[in-house]
């Protein structure tokens, strides 16, 4: 795995550990999916990579993030959105001392690129990135 992922940038305490790759592939394009997790250990919160390899495993793009302010990633899971025709990568979040409600936070994975797209509170709604 260390081979294949190589160097990644120091999260907010240690280097993100792997948690999941997903293979994907639209129009005979396969490409792999790397994400790594990094969970609270203290305030600020949790941080993730995201790794993007195409079918020979040559890093295509790599994204580095912290996920919020006093949430900590919990679990992941890749789906197709239809209405965004693209992969969307979905971070489950819990809170973490009085952290902000947010519940999911969407990525899409397309184009050799990462998206944000959302975030979403308990109930679905969605939630402003600055809090507002």
Not at 74 to 101: K, P, Q
Request: include cysteine.
């Amino acid at each position: 795995m260390n081979r294949v992922v190589g160097a990644v940038p120091k999260g907010v305490i240690t280097e993100p550990a792997p948690w999941h790759i997903w293979k994907i592939g639209r129009n005979d394009l396969r490409r792999y999916v790397a994400l790594l997790g990094e969970p609270e250990i203290v305030v600020p919160g949790s941080s993730a990579c995201v790794l993007l390899f195409d079918g020979a495993l040559k890093r295509r793009g790599s994204w580095c993030f912290q996920t919020g302010w006093r949430i900590d990633l919990d679990r992941a899971s890749l789906e197709f959105a239809t209405d965004l025709a693209s992969d969307v990568i979905v971070l489950h979040m819990v809170r973490f001392i009085n952290g902000r409600n947010v519940a999911k936070e969407y990525f899409a994975v397309g184009g050799d690129r990462l998206r944000f797209v959302r975030m979403e509170n308990e109930k679905g709604e969605a939630v402003q990135p600055n809090g507002r």
